[in-house]
C-alpha cells in the first residue's frame, strides 16, 4: 500500500538517529534515546509475533491430516512446555536450566557436531570437483591452520608455528579486512536507499 | 383425342378448348393487347422451350416475376462474364452450370420461375441432362472427398475419426415444392400453384462448412506418434533402481568413524599427553589488561553464542574468568540473543564450585537486549533506560527513587565499566558489537578495554580489529587454543585436558584426512584415466 | 547425580544419538528431533522476551511510573498493537506504519555503525600499516614490517576491487581501467582463498569442539551407568 507516512517515519526517525553518530545537541541526544528504547521494544514484540506465527502455522498443520503433522506435533510440544515451564518458574530457574541442558544443548551441539564430519566429507571432495590453483590455496591454508591450532602430539615442525602466525596476521587480515571493507559499503548503499526512500521494505511502495 | 393442360390448374383439357373446362382460364396465350385474362396467361412453356430464354416475352411477365426472372438472369450474365474473363469456353461447364446443378433439382426451380407449372415429365429427369451436366451434379465436397483420396488425405475431426460421410447436408428442396403440389391450406392437393413468395422455392437447409482438420497419412503418423511419446510422459516411468549405497555414503561413514575413533582414543584410553600452547598473543594480551583492573573492577560481560558453541565457549573463557574474579571484579551479564541470559546464568553456575558468587552482589544477570545493533547502540547510550530491570525483574540500577544492586553500583553511563567481554561465536554479531562499542573504546579519554572470547570460527574476521591501529579490539582468546594458552599463562590446572587432547587428536586427522583423501580422490581417477587412455593408445 | 539429572543425562544421550543418526541418512527419528529443537528455543525466546522487554518495560510502567512515563510508554504499547496486526493478512497493512520506524531506525544504526566502527577505522589501519610510529619501526623486524604492511595494503585493495568492481568486468569491450582492476581481483581471489581456508579451519575446530563435548557427555554417562551396574 503506497503511504508516504511511512516513508517520512522511516527517513524521519532514521536521520535523528543517523545525526546523533557525529552531533551532539542535548534535543538530538534525547530524541535518539527515546526512538532506540521504543525500537529495542518494538524488535521484542516482533519477536513474540514470530513465535506466534510459529505456534499458529505448526497448529494448522498438526490438526490436518498430511505426512509431516508429527514434526509439528514435536514443534509444538516443545514450544508449549518450555514456555509453560520458563514461564512458570522463570527463564533462570533450575527447571528451565534443566530443559536448556538436557534438550537444547545436546541437539544443538550435535548439530554442530555433524558439520565436523560434513565439511571433512566436503574438504576431501574439492580438489576433485574443481581442481584449480584457488583450490590448492584453500586446502594448503586450511590444513596447515588446522595442523597448528591442535597442539600436534608436542611435534616441533620448524617454521609451521609461524607460518601459522604470519597466515593469520598477514595474508588472512588483508582478505578478511577486504570482505569487511566491502560488508560496510554494502550495509551504507543499502541503508542510504532506505533513508532517501528508495527502498521500501515495510510496505510503502 | 389431342389435350392440352390448363396452365392454371394443370388438368387436361380437349386442345381445341379455348378456356379450361375446370378453372375457366385461358388454355392458350392470347396475341395482341392485354386484357385482365392475359395478366393470367403465364408464358412458362414457350420460355422452357427454348431454354433459359424467353426474352420477348418480358412484357407479358408479372413485375414480380420479371424482377425474379432479371435477378436470375443477371446472375448469369456475371458468371458468364467471369467465366469469360477466365478464357473458358462459353460452352464449357460453368460455375453458374454448375451451381445450378449443385444445388440439384431445387436449383432447377430457381432457375426458372416456370418450373412448378411444368408437369412431372419437366427438365428435372435425369434423361433429359446431358452426362457433362451430370457429373456436375455430384456435389462440390463429395469432390472434394474424390481429391482427398485421390491425394490420400482423410478428413478427421478433432479426435482424429473419418468424417468424410454423412456430415454434411446437402441442399434439397421438398418433393411438394419441386413437383408444384401445395401441400397445405385450402389449395392443398392442387398442382402448379404459384407459390405465395417466390423465395419459398429456395427453402433449404443451410450448407454447412465442416470445419474438420485435414490431415495427411504422413501428418497422421506424426500425429499418432506424438500422441503416444505425450502417453508416455504422462506415465510414471519406474525410477533407476538407486543404489541404497553409495559411493559418498560410504565415504561419509569412513570419515565420521575415522573421526570418532580419533576423538575417542585419548578419551578412553589414554591420560593427558598433549602440551598446551607456549605462548598466544591474543591470550597474553586478555591476561595483561586483566590483570591491570582495579579492584573491584565493574566489568560487562556479553554473552552472544548459540547453546551448540557452549562447549567450545565455556571452555575457553573458564581460565578467563578464573582470573577475573581472583581480581575481585564485579560482573554485569548481558546478551544481544535470547538464549544469552540463561547461557550466562549457566556459566555461572558451572564457575561456582570455584568461585561462589552472590547473585546482586558480585554479579548481576540484566539479561536480554532486542535489536541487535539498534538495542546494543541504546544500551550504550543509555544503559539504564535500556534494561531497568534484571531477568529476574529486580531494579537493576540506582536510581532516585529505586535503590539498584551493588553489583551495578556507580554505573551511570558506559564507560563507567573498566572493561567489556564478549563471549561471541558469530561473525555479525562480533561486527555489530566492535562497531557500535569501537568508537567509545577507541576514544583516548574512555579508560574502558574490549577484549574478546570467541569461536575459533571467528578469528579471521575479528582479527583484522585486533590488528589495527587504534585497536577497538584490545584482546582476543581465540577457542579451545586460546583457552589452553591462558590456562597455562595464569597456571591453571583446571583446563580439560581430555578436550583438549581429543582437539589435537581430531585436528591432526583432520588434516590428514583431507590432504590425503583429497590427493586419493583427486589422483587415483586421475591415473586410471591416464591408464585407460594409454590403453587406448596401445590398441 | 540426583534422579533429575540421571533423566536429564539420559534424555541428552538419547538426543544425540537421535541427532547423529543422520550421519546414517536423513530420518523422520531425526526430524522429528529438529523440530523439537525449533520449539524449544523459541519457547525460550518468547519467554525471556516477555519477562525481560513485554512487562518490565511495556506493562509495568503503566501501573507504577509518573504520568510523563506513562505517556511516554503509550506510543510503544501502540506501536506494539498496530504489529500485532501483522499476524492477520487481512490487518497487515496497519503494522506498516510500526515497521516503517523500526527499519528507519535500524537502517540507521546500521550505517552509523558501518561508518564509525569498521570504514573510517579499517581504512585508517590500512594507512597506517607504513607509520613509523605506530609500527615501532626502530626495532629490528623494520623491514619485514614494512614488506607485511604492502602484502596487507595489497591484500585488502586486491580484495575489495574482486568484490567491488566484479560486476564491470562483465563487459564486453573492456577499459585499460578495467583490466586493471580484473588483475587486481584475480590477486584478491588468492587472499580470499587464504581467508576463506583460514575460515574453513576455524569452522571446524569448533565443530569438532562440540563434536568433542557430546562425546565426552555419552562416554561420561554410560561409564556412570556401567558403574551403577559394576557396582
Not at chain 1, 139 to 145: K, L, N, P, Q, R
Not at chain 2, 30 to 36: H, K, L, P, V, Y
Not at chain 2, 217 to 226: G, W
Request: charged share 15%; aromatic share 8%; hydrophobic share 45%.
Amino acid at each position: 500500500m503506497r503511504n508516504p507516512v511511512y516513508t517520512a517515519i522511516a527517513i524521519g526517525v532514521g536521520i535523528v538517529v543517523l545525526l546523533g553518530y557525529f552531533l551532539q545537541f542535548d534535543l538530538l541526544v534525547n530524541l535518539r534515546i527515546v526512538f532506540l528504547e521504543w525500537a529495542t521494544i518494538l524488535v521484542a514484540t516482533a519477536l513474540l509475533i514470530g513465535v506466534v506465527n510459529l505456534f499458529i502455522v505448526h497448529w494448522r498443520k498438526s490438526t490436518t491430516d498430511q505426512p509431516n503433522r508429527v514434526n509439528s506435533i514435536a514443534l509444538l510440544a516443545g514450544l508449549t512446555i518450555t514456555m509453560g515451564v520458563a514461564g512458570w518458574f522463570g527463564p533462570t530457574d533450575l527447571y528451565s536450566l534443566w530443559i536448556f541442558n538436557y534438550i537444547l544443548i545436546p541437539i544443538e551441539a550435535s548439530l554442530m557436531g555433524i558439520l565436523s564430519v560434513v565439511l571433512i566429507y566436503a574438504g576431501v571432495r574439492l580438489l576433485r570437483r574443481k581442481p584449480n590453483l584457488l583450490s590448492i590455496v584453500f586446502i594448503a591454508t586450511a590444513v596447515i591452520i588446522l595442523l597448528m591450532t591442535g597442539p600436534l602430539f608436542g611435534i616441533d615442525i620448524p617454521g609451521l608455528a609461524e607460518l601459522r602466525i604470519w597466515i593469520g596476521k598477514v595474508p588472512a587480515v588483508a582478505g578478511a579486512r577486504g570482505i569487511l571493507l566491502g560488508v560496510s559499503l554494502g550495509i551504507i548503499a543499502a541503508g542510504l536507499r532506505i533513508l532517501m526512500g528508495a527502498d521500501r521494505p515495510y510496505g510503502g511502495n | 383425342m389431342e389435350e392440352t393442360y390448363c396452365p392454371l390448374c394443370g388438368k387436361p383439357n380437349p386442345i381445341d378448348n379455348k378456356f379450361c373446362d375446370f378453372c375457366l382460364a385461358h388454355l392458350h396465350p392470347q396475341e395482341g393487347g392485354s386484357t385482365d385474362s392475359e395478366a393470367l396467361s403465364i408464358p412458362g412453356i414457350e420460355d422452357n422451350q427454348d431454354g433459359l430464354g424467353g426474352h420477348e416475352s418480358d412484357s407479358n411477365v408479372p413485375d414480380w416475376l420479371s424482377e425474379l426472372q432479371q435477378s436470375n438472369e443477371m446472375e448469369n450474365e456475371e458468371t458468364l462474364d467471369s467465366e469469360s474473363e477466365l478464357g473458358q469456353p462459353a460452352n464449357a461447364i460453368s460455375d453458374w452450370m454448375t451451381g445450378v446443378s449443385g444445388d440439384g433439382e431445387a436449383t432447377v426451380g430457381e432457375v426458372s420461375p416456370t418450373a412448378p407449372f411444368l408437369p412431372d415429365q419437366g427438365i428435372n429427369e435425369s434423361q433429359d441432362i446431358p452426362h457433362w451436366l451430370n457429373d456436375s451434379l455430384i456435389e462440390e465436397e463429395d469432390q472434394d472427398l474424390l481429391e482427398d483420396e485421390r491425394s490420400g488425405e482423410v478428413p478427421l475431426d478433432g479426435e482424429g475419426r473419418d468424417v468424410s460421410r454423412g456430415d454434411s447436408s446437402s441442399p434439397e428442396i421438398s418433393e411438394d415444392i419441386s413437383s408444384g403440389r401445395e401441400n397445405a391450406g385450402p389449395l392443398a392437393g392442387l398442382r402448379g400453384v404459384l407459390p405465395a413468395e417466390p423465395g419459398a422455392a429456395r427453402v433449404r437447409k443451410p450448407r454447412t462448412y465442416s470445419a474438420k482438420l485435414k490431415v495427411s497419412t504422413s501428418q497422421r503418423a506424426h500425429i499418432d506418434l506424438l500422441n503416444s511419446l505425450l502417453e508416455d510422459e504422462g506415465q510414471p516411468q519406474p525410477l533407476p533402481p538407486r543404489r541404497s549405497i553409495s559411493q559418498q555414503h560410504v565415504l561419509r561413514w569412513g570419515i565420521a568413524l575415522v573421526l570418532l575413533m580419533a576423538i575417542l582414543w585419548p578419551i578412553v584410553i589414554t591420560s593427558h599427553e598433549m602440551p598446551f600452547p607456549d605462548y598466544d598473543e591474543g591470550s597474553a594480551e586478555v591476561n595483561r589488561l586483566i590483570s591491570q583492573l582495579p579492584e573491584n573492577a565493574r566489568v560487562l560481560v556479553g554473552f552472544d553464542f548459540e547453546p551448540g558453541l557452549a562447549a567450545e565457549l565455556d571452555t575457553a573463557a573458564a581460565p578467563v574468568f578464573d582470573h577475573l574474579l581472583s581480581e575481585g571484579a564485579l560482573l554485569t551479564l548481558i546478551s544481544t540473543s535470547p538464549s544469552g541470559p540463561i547461557l550466562a546464568e549457566r556459566f555461572i553456575q558451572s564457575i561456582q564450585s570455584d568461585q561462589k558468587l552472590i547473585y546482586g552482589l558480585e554479579y548481576v544477570n540484566l539479561g536480554y537486549i532486542p535489536g541487535g545493533a539498534v538495542g546494543l547502540l541504546s544500551f550504550i547510550e543509555n544503559p539504564q533506560g535500556t534494561i531497568p530491570f534484571t531477568i529476574d525483574g529486580l531494579s537493576a540500577w540506582e536510581t532516585e527513587d529505586r535503590n539498584g544492586l551493588p553489583a551495578t553500583a556507580g554505573i551511570d553511563q558506559i564507560t563507567d565499566y573498566s572493561m567489556v567481554i564478549l563471549l561471541v561465536d558469530d561473525p555479525d554479531t562480533a561486527r555489530t558489537w566492535i562497531e557500535q562499542l569501537g568508537p567509545t573504546i577507541t576514544n583516548p579519554q574512555a579508560l574502558m578495554s574490549f577484549v574478546l572470547i570467541t569461536s575459533a570460527q571467528l578469528e579471521p574476521v575479528v582479527r583484522p580489529y585486533y590488528e589495527s591501529s587504534p585497536q577497538p579490539v584490545n584482546g582476543l582468546v581465540v577457542g579451545l587454543r586460546g583457552g589452553a594458552a591462558y590456562a597455562r599463562i595464569i597456571g591453571s590446572d583446571d583446563f580439560p585436558g581430555r578436550s583438549w587432547d581429543a582437539f589435537g587428536m581430531g585436528t591432526f586427522v583432520a588434516a590428514l584426512l583431507i590432504l590425503v583423501g583429497g590427493l586419493g580422490y583427486y589422483v587415483i581417477p586421475e591415473l586410471s584415466r591416464t591408464a585407460r587412455d594409454q590403453e587406448k593408445v596401445k590398441r | 547425580m540426583n534422579l533429575a539429572d540421571w533423566i536429564g543425562a539420559f534424555v541428552g544421550f538419547v538426543l544425540t544419538l537421535l541427532v547423529f543418526s543422520y550421519l546414517i541418512g536423513d530420518n523422520p527419528l531425526f526430524r522429528i528431533t529438529l523440530h523439537m529443537f525449533i520449539g524449544v528455543s523459541a519457547g525460550f525466546a518468547a519467554v525471556v522476551t516477555i519477562y525481560n522487554i513485554i512487562l518490565p518495560r511495556l506493562f509495568v510502567p503503566i501501573f507504577i511510573s509518573d504520568r510523563s512515563e506513562q505517556i511516554l510508554t503509550l506510543f510503544p504499547l501502540i506501536l506494539a498493537g498496530l504489529l500485532f496486526t501483522k499476524i492477520s493478512p487481512r490487518f497487515a497493512f496497519i503494522g506498516n506504519l510500526p515497521m516503517s520506524y523500526l527499519v528507519g531506525v535500524s537502517a540507521a544504526a546500521a550505517i552509523g555503525g558501518a561508518v564509525t566502527g569498521t570504514l573510517i577505522p579499517q581504512a585508517l589501519a590500512s594507512m597506517n600499516l607504513f607509520a613509523v610510529q605506530s609500527n615501532q619501526a626502530f626495532d629490528a623486524n623494520v623491514g619485514l614490517r614494512l614488506v607485511n604492511g604492502i602484502i596487507i595494503l595489497i591484500g585488502t585493495v586486491a580484495t575489495l576491487a574482486y568484490f567491488q568492481f566484479g560486476k564491470l568486468s562483465q563487459a564486453s569491450e573492456k577499459t585499460q581501467f578495467q583490466t586493471w582492476i580484473d588483475g587486481l581481483g584475480q590477486i584478491g581471489q588468492v587472499f580470499i582463498a587464504i581467508t576463506f581456508g583460514f575460515l574453513f579451519a576455524g569452522i571446524f575446530s569448533a565443530a569438532l569442539t562440540a563434536l568433542i563435548g557430546r562425546v565426552l557427555f555419552s562416554v561420561d554417562f554410560i561409564s556412570d551407568v556401567l558403574g551403577l551396574f559394576i557396582r
